[in-house]
T-cell receptor, first 113, second 116 residues
Framework: GEDVEQSLFLSVREGDSSVINCTYTDSSSTYLYWYKQEPGAGLQLLTYIFSNMDMKQDQRLTVLLNKKDKHLSLRIADTQTGDSAIYFCAETPFNQAGTALIFGKGTTLSVSS | EAGVAQSPRYKIIEKRQSVAFWCNPI?????LYWYQQILGQGPKLLIQ????????DSQLPKDRFSAERLKGVDSTLKIQPAKLEDSAVYLC??????????????FGPGTRLTVL
């Protein structure tokens, strides 16, 4: 089946690292994504990882993929108050008609100064 | 480059009324998606178009929802009649390709629908 699970809330202090976790069930997904949603705004692609990779780093963002456990994580280094938002993990299973994203429920990240 | 445009941004209607949403994708993007995002949940696909053809509408409640993309550019999503549980944000997204290679979807700001 297609199901993406995320923890719902994470609270950190400014300057700390944030780690947001996600588990997915469809091993056919070729790409896995992290999207950010700020209040009143649309979804913004933060980063993505190809399923044959273990890690991808992009400035303050590090994505780790454990394909055996179907576990994906997003680490934000030196978290800033501007990082406060909802973060969605998403996948595109191979065995569906189109290329739509399957999203988790989102993790609300709260950054305090 | 202009982003995905949606209108209206907000809509309040009573149950059993009808409503329509409009989306204009990024110029040149062949693929267009409509997602429904209920409060506290992630977006869920309603329908995907490739040009003016439907690729996936398996999760579209066809007894009340309809969508079209007649000229392969902009699209409208209609609900008739609306129910209370249709209260949600309706997101439109577009992308440049259909293949399962990396395929970034660009999202519009959404239309927030409240059904009373």
């Amino acid at each position: 089946g297609e199901d993406v699970e995320q923890s719902l809330f994470l609270s950190v202090r400014e300057g700390d690292s944030s780690v947001i976790n996600c588990t997915y069930t469809d091993s056919s997904s070729t790409y896995l994504y992290w999207y950010k949603q700020e209040p009143g705004a649309g979804l913004q692609l933060l980063t993505y990882i190809f399923s044959n990779m273990d890690m991808k780093q992009d400035q303050r963002l590090t994505v780790l993929l454990n394909k055996k456990d179907k576990h994906l994580s997003l680490r934000i280094a030196d978290t800033q108050t501007g990082d406060s938002a909802i973060y969605f993990c998403a996948e595109t299973p191979f065995n569906q008609a189109g290329t739509a994203l399957i999203f988790g429920k989102g993790t609300t990240l709260s950054v305090s100064s | 480059e202009a982003g995905v445009a949606q209108s209206p941004r907000y809509k309040i209607i009573e149950k059993r009324q009808s409503v329509a949403f409009w989306c204009n994708p990024i110029s040149g993007h062949a693929t267009l998606y409509w997602y429904q995002q209920i409060l506290g949940q992630g977006p869920k696909l309603l329908i995907q178009f490739q040009n003016n053809g439907v690729v996936d509408d398996s999760q579209l409640p066809k007894d009340r929802f309809s969508a079209e993309r007649l000229k392969g550019v902009d699209s409208t999503l209609k609900i008739q009649p609306a129910k209370l549980e249709d209260s949600a944000v309706y997101l439109c997204a577009s992308s440049g390709g259909l293949t399962l290679s990396y395929n970034e979807q660009f999202f519009g700001p959404g239309t927030r629908l409240t059904v009373l």
